[in-house]
Structures are given as structure tokens and as C-alpha cells.
């Protein structure tokens, strides 16, 4: 941990006694590294705002759910600058992620765990809670319980942790996978287990794409097949970005793509998800489609064409596509 003075996390409150210290940062903010919640910055408007006073304070769901995405930020390698702006879309927005996806991140957490050292996880309800997502410390233990009574994770040594007489004695088991639970892990890591959300690739800040994506494209697939569509913008948290993404990738349901600009980075994007074997559609303006088309490999691919003056056509064609992609049924007229 940093060297700093010791307080309460204004995030996570300390709680099941985390350590946290505050230091100045350069920019007008505070700099936090918490036990739990890891390295995150709150510039003084927002730490004012909403940590110290009454009237802005957070339920404790946007507190969990906050420590969770501040701790995921930090395990990508950066630490975000919480500012009023950002804290204004996150309570918009604050979510957990669901009791699947926590089993997920838990089984993810022990197989690393033995995959870079051999040994077993020793579960810790303070710093682990916040890490797979879940509300408190009981919730978190009731998960352990149940992925224990599955058969995915088994205790497999126990542990003695304080080795002088003035530690209190703590005999804690670790944590290894079942094979169900190695199967479970391997199926994550190659992009099989999706959850309910869809990915997009595309160049930002095009006006005109930017407004279709938001009033047309997103509406219509929830509308349509009850799922959300999100972009980086959605989960951006400072951190390795390349990571944020592949990690969004994985766990979406399918993975569109936006060629209008031949933005490279979304060709990369939708080679990474074929590659995973991810439901890739591709989406293209018609007036650049009909003038220089997308690049020659995507040719044979499934693209929608899709114009600002007529979003109807997109919508029919987009859902009627993903449906098709996702094995959905359409609902009885
Ligand atoms: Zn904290």
C-alpha cells in the first residue's frame, strides 16, 4: 500500500476493517488506496459532494456497487479519478453484477489463483466481497456456500494465520476448483459464458452515429430481445482500455460492429470476437456502403445497413438478425 494517513474509505466506509489511507494528489482531488476498493482519486467537489455530506450521500447498493468498480479498475491497472461528472452517470447507472456473474468472478479469482501459483485461495470476505461484486460480506458468504454445495469450489487445506502470541489465531481453509469448477473456469476464459448484454464496436464521436446509436440501435435491441447493448463509454473506467474491452467481449452475447468509418480498431475488435466464436453483426451506413463497401474480408458477413432518415428498416433487420444469431424465438403475434 501507499504511504499515507490512515481513514475511514469514503467509498466502502472500511468496512469488516479494510485499511485505507488518504494522500494530496497533484490535481485538485485525494488520492484513496483501500484494502478493498483499491487505488481510485475523488476530486474535492465530488468528495464534498457525495462522501461528506448528508443530503448526497449513497445507499449502500451504489456503495457496493462502486467499491466493486473501483476494485475492477484497479485489477485492470488503473486508478480512476472519480469527478462529479462521472459520479453524476454512475448513480444513474450503479448496478451489481448478477449472482451468476459473482459465481463467475469467484471461480475466475481461485483458478488464476492456482493457475500462477499452485496453491489454493484463502477466501477473505473483507477485500474478496467487494471483487466478485457482491452486497456485503454475508451475501458474499452465502455464494461461497452454495458454489460449495454445487460441487464448483472445495475446501482443500486449512490454514493458520497469526504465528506470535499476540495474534489472534485464525484457521481459515483455502480454496481450490472441483473439476465441474475447472470446466466452469475454462468455458469463461474461451468467451462461453455470455451474459445478457451486447458489445459494440465503433468509432466515437460521430455525430450522426453517436445520436443513432443512442436513440435507434440501443432501444431497438433492448425492445426487441431484451438486452442491453453497451459500449466502451458504458464501462469506461480508467485502466488498461485493450483489457476492459477483451473483457467486455468475453462476456457479451454477441458483438456488433460498426464499419462505417473503417475504423481499424473495430475490425480488430470484430476479429477478437469471431475468434471467440461471439455472434458478430456487422452494421454499416447505407450511403458508405453503396459507395465504397467494407473491407473485402467482411464481404460474405451479415451486415445491416442502416440510414439516420429511415431507422425502421434497421430496427426490423437488426432484431430479426440477432434473433436468428442468438437461437431466439419471436414472440407469438
Ligand atoms: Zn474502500
Known amino acids: 500500500m501507499r504511504a499515507g494517513t490512515a481513514v475511514k474509505c469514503p467509498v466502502c466506509s472500511s468496512a469488516n476493517g479494510v485499511r485505507c489511507v488518504e494522500s494530496q494528489a497533484l490535481r485538485d482531488s485525494t488520492r484513496f488506496d483501500c484494502e478493498a476498493c483499491g487505488e481510485f482519486e475523488i476530486s474535492r467537489h465530488a468528495l464534498v459532494t457525495y462522501f461528506k455530506s448528508q443530503s448526497g450521500s449513497l445507499t449502500t447498493f451504489q456503495r457496493a456497487a462502486l467499491s466493486h468498480l473501483l476494485n475492477s479498475a484497479s485489477q485492470a491497472g488503473g486508478g480512476p479519478m472519480i469527478s462529479m461528472d462521472w459520479m453524476e452517470r454512475f448513480v444513474g447507472n450503479a448496478r451489481l453484477p448478477s449472482p451468476p456473474k459473482q459465481a463467475t468472478n469467484l471461480i475466475r479469482l481461485i483458478g488464476n489463483r492456482f493457475i500462477e501459483t499452485g496453491e489454493g485461495y484463502v477466501l477473505d470476505s473483507a477485500t474478496d466481497t467487494p471483487r466478485v461484486g457482491a452486497l456485503n460480506a454475508n451475501m458474499f458468504s452465502q455464494l461461497c456456500k452454495e458454489l460449495e454445495a454445487r460441487n464448483l469450489i472445495q475446501a482443500i487445506e486449512y490454514k493458520i494465520e497469526g504465528d506470535s502470541c499476540d495474534d489472534i489465531m485464525q484457521f481459515r481453509s483455502s480454496y481450490g476448483l472441483t473439476l465441474d469448477g475447472w470446466e466452469r473456469y475454462e468455458a469463461e476464459q474461451s468467451g462461453r459464458v455470455a451474459g445478457r448484454n451486447g458489445f459494440i464496436a465503433m468509432k466515437f464521436g460521430d455525430e450522426i452515429l453517436d445520436l443513432f446509436l443512442k436513440e435507434t440501435i440501443k432501444p431497438a435491441i433492448k425492445d426487441g430481445i431484451g438486452y442491453d447493448l453497451v459500449d466502451l463509454r458504458d464501462v469506461s473506467r480508467a485502466g488498461v482500455i485493450d483489457n476492459i474491452m477483451r473483457e ?74 440477432l434473433r436468428r444469431s442468438l437461437n431466439l424465438f419471436a414472440p407469438a403475434s
Open 248 to 321: 467486455q467481449i468475453r462476456d457479451a452475447a454477441f458483438v456488433l460492429v460498426d464499419l462505417t468509418h473503417d475504423n481499424s480498431g473495430a475490425y480488430w475488435e470484430a476479429g477478437y470476437a469471431e475468434g471467440l466464436g461471439k455472434p458478430v453483426v456487422y452494421l454499416c451506413e447505407r450511403a458508405k456502403f453503396d459507395n465504397a463497401k467494407t473491407h473485402f474480408d467482411t464481404n460474405h458477413c451479415t451486415t445491416v445497413l442502416w440510414s439516420a432518415e429511415n431507422p425502421k428498416d434497421l430496427r426490423f433487420e437488426l432484431i430479426a438478425t
